[in-house]
């Protein structure tokens, strides 16, 4: 069993993606669903229930909360992602090109490889938030 778990690690990585998307969804699912107890509470009362909780039926059910967004006081909130993208992969890159130049566990070319794609996706995210700004966005 041990020797599994030292084989396939990085498994964890895509299964814990796929657990807290898995919740995110039913979280969603409870949001819309508690609304839906809600108006129709107001209907049993006679009451027209206010816009905004009409409002929360409209938006898709996997749809992102911008509350958050909201508070900071605008901005493109897909350029602010492009930006965090930028220096996660930026400093994931350099962080497995100091395993590659280090040689750690003798996988230095692996890590290599590694460091090149997350150095190309540091790019293309820069690129994105680049043309993003420049968009007006």
Same mark, same amino acid.
């Not at 107890?37 to 229930?49: M, S």
């Not at 749809?63 to 993208?85: C, E, I, K, L, V």
């Not at 003798?106 to 890590?111: D, K, L, P, S, V």
């Given at each position: 069993? %041990?020797?599994l778990?030292?084989?396939?690690?990085?498994l964890?990585?895509?299964?814990?993606?796929?657990?807290? *998307?898995? /919740?995110n969804?039913?979280?969603? #699912?409870?949001r819309q669903k508690d609304?839906?107890d809600?108006?129709k509470t #107001?209907?049993?009362k *006679?009451? %027209?229930?206010? %816009?905004? &909780? @009409?409002k929360?039926l409209?938006?898709p059910?996997?749809a992102?909360?911008?509350?958050?967004h909201?508070? +900071? =006081? =605008? *901005?493109?909130?897909m350029?602010?992602?492009?930006? /965090?993208?930028?220096?996660? $992969? *930026?400093v994931? =890159?350099v962080? $497995?090109? #100091?395993?590659?130049?280090?040689?750690? #566990?003798?996988? !230095? %070319?692996? /890590? &290599?490889?590694?460091a /090149?794609v &997350? !150095?190309?996706?540091?790019l293309a995210? @820069?690129?994105?938030a &680049?043309?993003?700004? +420049?968009?007006?966005?």
């Amino acid at each position: 069993m %041990e020797d599994l778990f030292r084989s396939y690690w990085w498994l964890l990585f895509p299964l814990a993606w796929f657990v807290f *998307g898995g /919740f995110n969804s039913f979280l969603n #699912y409870r949001r819309q669903k508690d609304t839906l107890d809600l108006i129709k509470t #107001y209907a049993a009362k *006679g009451q %027209e229930p206010p %816009e905004a &909780l @009409l409002k929360v039926l409209e938006r898709p059910i996997d749809a992102d909360d911008d509350s958050w967004h909201s508070r +900071r =006081g =605008g *901005g493109s909130r897909m350029n602010d992602g492009n930006w /965090f993208s930028v220096v996660l $992969f *930026g400093v994931m =890159g350099v962080g $497995f090109a #100091y395993a590659s130049y280090a040689d750690i #566990y003798g996988a !230095g %070319e692996a /890590f &290599l490889i590694v460091a /090149f794609v &997350l !150095g190309a996706l540091c790019l293309a995210s @820069l690129v994105s938030a &680049l043309m993003g700004r +420049r968009r007006g966005e």
